[in-house]
């Protein structure tokens, strides 16, 4: 590669790094509590607003990774592409699908501002859909497919990279959240279903899973439904 494209390459890494670091931060229970403790009259908009940063934020990550395609290292021909672009699709449509399993005024921060929500936690009860019986992050799984089933050049491989590994420590992340808000619930959840790749002889069953909800029911447990993933 030009001494340009070493740049971009060195500038990107860069970018992904602080991005994740910066949406790991605003996050974490730590900084919410924070905000929630200094700035209370704030919370009803934390939600909105750090979607509508990590939203905002990634565009120039987006466009520095595909201004300049090219070299490219791989492209998918023959039935290779069609595989991919039909697993690509099939992600595509599993994400649509998934949307209906979740409470989207919540996730996007709608709900908090509308109620007045001042509470650090996330209001949504824990819930299993069809797909969080087979994986505990769907959307993760779905986005790792997405980023994998495209061309490669050196930037998007390297934006690729930096997701799959995003991914991996934010679902840990997520879930460390998942247990505060569950406990021993999410605790055997974790044991009975995988994290980011379905794995067909592991998988909960609608009645496993009815009765592994049962005690959060039962208690009147609420916290995030798996929002973010």
Same mark, same amino acid.
């Given at each position: 590669?030009?001494?340009?494209?070493?740049?971009?390459?060195?500038?990107?890494?860069?970018?992904?790094?602080?991005?994740?670091?910066?949406?790991?931060?605003?996050?974490?229970?730590?900084?919410?509590?924070?905000?929630?403790?200094? /700035?209370? !009259? &704030?919370?009803? @908009?934390?939600?909105?607003? =750090?979607?509508? %940063?990590?939203? #905002?934020?990634?565009?120039?990550?987006?466009?520095?990774?595909?201004?300049?395609?090219?070299?490219?290292?791989?492209?998918?021909?023959?039935?290779?592409?069609?595989?991919?672009?039909?697993?690509?699709?099939?992600?595509?449509?599993?994400? /649509?699908? !998934? &949307?209906?399993? @979740?409470?989207?005024?919540? =996730?996007?921060? %709608?709900?908090? #501002?509308?109620?007045?929500?001042?509470?650090?936690?996330?209001?949504?009860?824990?819930?299993?859909?069809?797909?969080?019986?087979?994986?505990?992050?769907?959307?993760?799984?779905?986005?790792?497919?997405?980023?994998?089933?495209?061309?490669?050049?050196?930037?998007?491989?390297?934006?690729?990279?930096?997701?799959?590994?995003?991914?991996?420590?934010?679902?840990?992340?997520?879930?460390?959240?998942?247990?505060?808000?569950?406990?021993?619930?999410?605790?055997?959840?974790?044991?009975?279903?995988?994290?980011?790749?379905?794995?067909?002889?592991?998988?909960?069953?609608?009645?496993?899973?009815?009765?592994?909800?049962?005690?959060?029911?039962?208690?009147?447990?609420?916290?995030?439904?798996?929002?973010?993933?």
């Amino acid at each position: 590669m030009t001494e340009s494209a070493w740049c971009d390459v060195v500038l990107l890494a860069f970018c992904w790094i602080a991005y994740f670091a910066l949406h790991s931060a605003l996050a974490s229970l730590a900084v919410k509590r924070r905000v929630a403790a200094g /700035w209370p !009259s &704030l919370m009803p @908009y934390y939600r909105l607003t =750090f979607n509508v %940063l990590a939203s #905002l934020l990634i565009l120039p990550i987006l466009w520095l990774t595909y201004r300049a395609p090219e070299p490219m290292l791989w492209r998918w021909q023959g039935i290779g592409a069609w595989l991919a672009n039909g697993l690509a699709l099939a992600a595509l449509f599993g994400f /649509w699908l !998934s &949307l209906k399993s @979740y409470d989207m005024q919540e =996730f996007l921060g %709608l709900r908090q #501002l509308q109620a007045q929500v001042r509470k650090v936690e996330d209001q949504e009860h824990f819930h299993l859909s069809t797909f969080h019986r087979h994986v505990r992050h769907p959307w993760y799984f779905f986005g790792l497919v997405l980023v994998w089933t495209r061309d490669m050049s050196a930037t998007t491989l390297l934006s690729s990279v930096f997701i799959t590994l995003y991914f991996i420590i934010g679902s840990r992340l997520e879930e460390k959240k998942l247990l505060v808000y569950h406990g021993d619930t999410y605790r055997r959840y974790m044991e009975r279903v995988p994290g980011l790749i379905p794995l067909p002889w592991k998988y909960l069953a609608t009645d496993e899973a009815e009765a592994l909800l049962k005690p959060d029911q039962d208690a009147g447990i609420k916290g995030a439904g798996l929002p973010w993933s």
